[in-house]
């Protein structure tokens, strides 16, 4: 059977707190190792997200999907109602509570790791049309992947493609692909490189929604029986306990 959703919860939390002191960490080291140098630094910091991410979907993947992203959770549950195949829907509130918490505790640890003040707010505005375009590709093109690999049985791929799409995101979107509404919370916890300022979140998490749905329906066009194929890359894997 599916693990119990307080394991699941917890898978959630922690590795969505991982990833985001992955990123913002990362970002940090970026900024001491290279300083003035801003190529420089977003290679340092894509490449760690690229292996972290990987890494922790291999970890947390088998209890509880590896969503570490409500749009994740949530495009599943929509494209496994039919058949029950994806996640409960009374699990998605759960899941993005979960993850989103997890995210702000992440910029908290990345902070503290580094001799910073753990709690403070980023001041880094991001607001643009073209950041917001942005963001529309980076997560209509990662909710394409996963659900085109798990529902097409080749969800065992689904850690390093997921890693290597982010990391190419990072230099080919304007966004730098935040690609997921709980980082984007989580990084307005710390006012470093990674940093998001409050007010730029709402239309950041408003094209990850847009980028979600044309994700979402250009996997459901391209797969339309994906329901019935659903792989173990988007839904846990049989753990007992």
Do not use: C
Not at 79 to 89: I, T, V
Request: charged share 10%; glycine share 12%.
């Amino acid at each position: 059977m599916i693990a119990p959703l307080a394991r699941r919860l917890l898978a959630e939390g922690v590795g969505t707190a991982l990833l985001v002191a992955v990123v913002v960490g990362s970002g940090i080291a970026a900024q001491r190792l290279s300083p003035g140098d801003a190529g420089l630094q977003l290679l340092e910091n894509s490449l760690t997200t690229v292996f972290g991410l990987a890494v922790l979907i291999l970890l947390f993947g088998p209890v509880s999907g590896a969503h570490f992203n409500p749009v994740v959770s949530a495009v599943d549950w929509l494209a496994g109602r039919r058949d029950g195949s994806g996640l409960a829907g009374r699990d998605v509130a759960a899941y993005t509570v979960a993850q989103t918490f997890g995210a702000v505790l992440g910029a908290v640890l990345a902070n503290a790791m580094f001799d910073l003040a753990p709690l403070q707010v980023s001041e880094k505005v991001r607001a643009s049309p073209g950041l917001w375009l942005g963001e529309v590709v980076a997560t209509a093109g990662l909710i394409a992947l996963i659900f085109a690999l798990a529902r097409s049985g080749r969800g065992a791929l689904s850690a390093g493609a997921v890693g290597a799409y982010i990391g190419a995101a990072y230099w080919f979107t304007s966004s730098t692909s935040f690609a997921n509404p709980a980082v984007s919370v989580g990084r307005i916890f710390s006012d470093t490189f990674a940093g998001i300022a409050p007010a730029s979140v709402p239309g950041f998490v408003l094209a990850q929604l847009v980028g979600a749905g044309l994700g979402a329906g250009l996997v459901l066009a391209l797969y339309p029986d994906a329901a019935r194929t659903a792989g173990a890359a988007v839904v846990p894997h049989d753990i007992r306990d």
